[in-house]
């Protein structure tokens, strides 16, 4: 809901493009905002706009950008995600009230995309004494709806818990003056209710439904159905190093399991007509020109997994080594395109002698994490349909934390996220390097190799990459002037105020 009453320092478009919004012009090494200190940190200087204003007519400082760097450094002072800010941040100094200085322990290229200051979040004047009284702002009455104030086209009137949420135009707010007076969003979480809502003429636009539902809603008069790329890709996660099926530690045999499936086929049949299948978990803006992808090749599969000594020694069809038979834990959430997924990866896999335990469950069990027992961290699965956001704007993967050897999740590292045991100390170093180094050309180069390395493992193999799906009523809304919406959940209807009705 943030964007409708709340925007921040900067943001990017659907081609991933920054742009500034609460300060003069985004930093960077060109405008002379970003510079290297002399231990090699990097250092980046803010400029809010002059006259900003939030919603309840308070004028906007750099007071409002520290107590979000103060939340963001302290954890006993308010619950929420900090990310890898209190790891890589040093320094916060205020220099006026339009201009503050952000300095990082160590070289920093993602400055513009991770870890950078945020001054749209927390309305000091509202947080402030509050955090001051009770030393934690948690139970704070924003939170519940109540003298919600923010930095928007739109101000926070209504919150109808588990119903709706009504905005009205904000008469504060610099920017495009919205068209529309009032939008309420409604909560529905069934999938068939929201269709039949929008055809019903109860809402006038869907959102984020999934790709098996595009034809229902194209099916409805005086809709506009479109999509924006994602960065969710829908992709076999294979466990060959936290205690998966003893054949997924060959990389051939996971060279052959993927040789077996027809996975361009499958995209254009269970997603639609020209769907890609990625090449790699990193966004496409940053793969080599020279990286490829496993094609279907029903012979080579059986080849490797000939050459590899699984072969069926019993006749009943499946292939066996050593008195263990290869039958696969496949897992995946209870959405219907993955578990449609699961059935014909099935019959495809059954052919070659490999056979699978199909494992549908909720998300919440298959994400739960390691000390909740959760399919993925626990290691408790051979093979996995789901889908990890990469970055929309950095080539930068994390090592080690979700790839690297040192993130496999254990009883001394409960807080690792590698639960599929990917190992390779050649992507650890690449990615570690590609995390520090600043000079653009040599960066990507640097990500180019990282990418390479991160493939050749071959654990993780892409089905798809999730667009984000709009279905619009026409006659309410000007589908031409919706198109540049956001790409992520945190910039989703990043310009609302400039859609518009009909002509």
Not at 60 to 77: F, G, R
Not at 287 to 299: A, F, H, M, R, T
């Amino acid at each position: 809901m943030t964007n409708f009453y709340g925007r921040d320092v900067w943001n990017w478009d659907v081609n991933r493009q920054i742009y500034p919004e609460m300060v003069e012009e985004v930093p960077t090494v060109a405008n002379g905002m970003v510079t290297t200190l002399e231990n090699g940190a990097t250092q980046v200087t803010y400029k809010l706009r002059e006259g900003m204003v939030w919603s309840d007519g308070t004028p906007i400082t750099t007071d409002d950008c520290l107590l979000t760097h103060e939340l963001m450094m302290d954890p006993t002072k308010a619950t929420f995600q900090r990310g890898t800010y209190p790891e890589v941040v040093e320094s916060f100094e205020v220099v006026d009230d339009t201009t503050f200085v952000l300095t990082y322990n160590a070289p920093w290229p993602d400055f513009q995309s991770d870890s950078y200051a945020t001054c749209g979040t927390f309305p000091a004047h509202i947080f402030r004494p509050i955090l001051e009284a009770e030393g934690n702002i948690d139970n704070a009455p924003f939170w519940s709806g109540q003298g919600v104030v923010g930095y928007g086209p739109y101000v926070f009137t209504e919150w109808i818990v588990g119903e709706s949420v009504r905005f009205e135009a904000n008469p504060l707010w610099d920017g495009q003056a919205p068209a529309f007076s009032t939008v309420i969003l409604r909560m529905i979480t069934d999938t068939a209710q929201m269709q039949n809502a929008l055809e019903a003429g109860e809402i006038d636009v869907a959102f984020n439904f999934s790709d098996d539902l595009v034809p229902g809603y194209q099916a409805i008069e005086n809709t506009e159905v479109f999509s924006t790329p994602g960065v969710f890709g829908d992709a076999i996660w294979m466990n060959y190093g936290n205690g998966g099926h003893p054949a997924l530690a060959d990389k051939n045999v996971r060279i052959a399991i993927i040789s077996a499936i027809d996975r361009k086929t499958l995209a254009e049949q269970l997603v639609g007509p020209g769907t890609e299948v990625p090449k790699a978990w990193h966004s496409s803006a940053f793969w080599p020109d020279d990286l490829g992808i496993v094609e279907y090749n029903v012979d080579e599969a059986n080849r490797l997994l000939d050459e590899a000594g699984w072969v069926d020694t019993n006749g009943d069809g499946i292939r066996d080594k050593d008195g263990v038979e290869m039958i696969l834990r496949f897992f995946t959430t209870d959405r219907q395109i993955r578990m449609d997924y699961q059935v014909a990866i099935q019959d495809y896999l059954s052919k070659v002698g490999i056979a699978t335990q199909l494992l549908p469950v909720p998300a919440t069990i298959l994400f739960a994490d390691y000390l909740e027992r959760g399919i993925l961290d626990t290691g408790d699965f051979d093979m996995a349909i789901f889908a990890l956001s990469s970055g929309a704007l950095s080539p930068f993967a994390g090592a080690p934390d979700w790839f690297g050897c040192d993130g496999i999740p254990t009883p001394e590292n409960p807080n690792g996220n590698n639960g599929w045991g990917s190992c390779s100390p050649e992507f650890d170093a690449l990615d570690l390097e590609v995390g520090t180094t600043v000079d653009p050309e040599a960066r990507l180069a640097i990500a180019g190799e990282a990418i390479k390395a991160f493939v050749n493992e071959q654990f993780w193999h892409g089905l798809y990459l999730r667009p984000t799906w709009y279905a619009i009523n026409t006659t309410v809304v000007d589908p031409a002037t919706a198109k540049d919406v956001g790409t992520l959940s945190s910039n989703y209807f990043n310009k609302i105020e400039y859609w518009a009705p009909p002509s």
